[in-house]
């Protein structure tokens, strides 16, 4: 039976304070990799250092690149990352826009090194817990709740995303003209809270995405399943709680070759929250 969104008893916590502050360092990444010769073609971004405040559900964060937290054997990636994770009792919605322009291979003596790829990816993506009476995904991704007890939650939801590919330097060959993608549909999977001690958590969630996918150009549909698996490991106190969370997305592209290509995204968050 679907919860109703009422917290049961001696499961999820809420917190007396209503403001909040968030110092975090987070990394977004992408990776990109052709099925037809296996190649992967990875991002080179800084992290992000960043600091939010929020009061009751309401929340704004600033960042900043940390010059010299990336790669210096390659050219660093242009990108431009903006995500929205709403995390309410009863359901998740993330919505999110990702631009990546330059790629490189990880070994370049073998594959040549950089790759002037550019990749872009608009998603909206929703998930209802089933089990949200005992089971919190804001006590796990954003921490101003917390489980008290171990629970687990069927994850049932829907997702979109647009993708555009483009190899300007025509390695990739399929993609040496801009090529548009769309791919849509359910998802399902689940989400497991471990109470290690009180306070101290472990999460893992894994959703399957069975999404039909349509090449713009070619009018072509193809199936594209899709993965999203997500992470989180933390403790939380009544004025404070640390914690380290990973939430990553796996979708497929068949630009009318017989592999599928893949792109392998995610954001891994290190923060640190302070209730007042």
């Given at each position: 039976?679907?919860g109703?969104?009422?917290?049961?008893?001696?499961y999820?916590?809420?917190?007396?304070?209503?403001?909040?502050?968030?110092?975090?360092?987070?990394y977004?990444?992408?990776?990109?990799?052709?099925?037809?010769?296996?190649r992967?073609f990875?991002?080179?971004?800084?992290?992000d250092?960043?600091i939010?405040?929020s009061?009751?559900r309401?929340?704004?964060s600033l960042?900043?690149?940390?010059?010299?937290?990336y790669?210096?054997?390659?050219?660093?990636?242009?990108?431009?990352?903006?995500?929205l994770?709403?995390?309410?009792?009863?359901?998740?919605?993330?919505?999110?826009?990702?631009n990546?322009?330059?790629?490189h291979?990880?070994?370049p003596?073998e594959?040549?090194?950089?790759?002037?790829l550019?990749?872009?990816?608009i998603?909206?993506?929703?998930q209802?817990?089933?089990?949200n009476?005992?089971?919190?995904?804001?006590?796990?991704?954003?921490?101003?709740e917390?489980?008290?007890r171990?629970?687990g939650?069927?994850?049932l939801?829907?997702?979109?995303?647009?993708?555009?590919?483009?190899?300007?330097?025509?390695?990739?060959e399929?993609?040496?003209?801009?090529?548009?993608f769309?791919?849509?549909?359910?998802?399902?999977?689940?989400?497991w809270?471990?109470?290690i001690?009180?306070?101290?958590?472990?999460?893992?969630?894994?959703s399957?995405?069975l999404?039909?996918g349509?090449d713009?150009?070619e009018?072509?549909?193809?199936?594209a399943?899709?993965?999203?698996?997500?992470?989180?490991f933390?403790y939380s106190?009544?004025?404070w709680?640390y914690?380290?969370t990973?939430?990553?997305?796996?979708l497929?592209?068949?630009a009318?070759?017989e592999?599928?290509?893949?792109?392998?995204?995610?954001k891994?968050?290190?923060?640190?929250?302070?209730?007042?």
């Amino acid at each position: 039976m679907a919860g109703t969104g009422a917290a049961e008893e001696g499961y999820i916590q809420s917190f007396d304070s209503k403001l909040a502050f968030t110092f975090f360092l987070n990394y977004n990444f992408t990776n990109f990799n052709e099925g037809e010769t296996d190649r992967e073609f990875t991002t080179n971004r800084p992290m992000d250092f960043g600091i939010g405040i929020s009061y009751k559900r309401l929340a704004f964060s600033l960042s900043y690149n940390v010059p010299f937290f990336y790669d210096g054997d390659f050219k660093k990636s242009e990108s431009l990352v903006l995500q929205l994770q709403y995390f309410h009792e009863r359901f998740l919605l993330d919505l999110s826009y990702k631009n990546f322009e330059g790629f490189h291979q990880p070994d370049p003596i073998e594959f040549g090194g950089e790759a002037d790829l550019k990749l872009t990816n608009i998603g909206v993506f929703s998930q209802y817990i089933w089990n949200n009476e005992r089971h919190s995904l804001r006590a796990a991704y954003t921490m101003n709740e917390k489980q008290l007890r171990s629970s687990g939650s069927l994850l049932l939801g829907a997702g979109v995303f647009y993708t555009s590919v483009v190899s300007d330097d025509s390695l990739i060959e399929q993609y040496n003209r801009k090529r548009y993608f769309i791919q849509f549909g359910p998802n399902a999977g689940y989400s497991w809270t471990w109470v290690i001690i009180p306070g101290m958590f472990l999460n893992l969630s894994l959703s399957a995405g069975l999404h039909m996918g349509v090449d713009i150009e070619e009018s072509r549909l193809f199936f594209a399943p899709g993965g999203f698996p997500a992470f989180s490991f933390g403790y939380s106190a009544e004025r404070w709680s640390y914690g380290v969370t990973a939430s990553l997305s796996l979708l497929t592209l068949n630009a009318g070759r017989e592999n599928f290509d893949l792109i392998f995204s995610g954001k891994c968050v290190m923060m640190f929250v302070l209730r007042l």
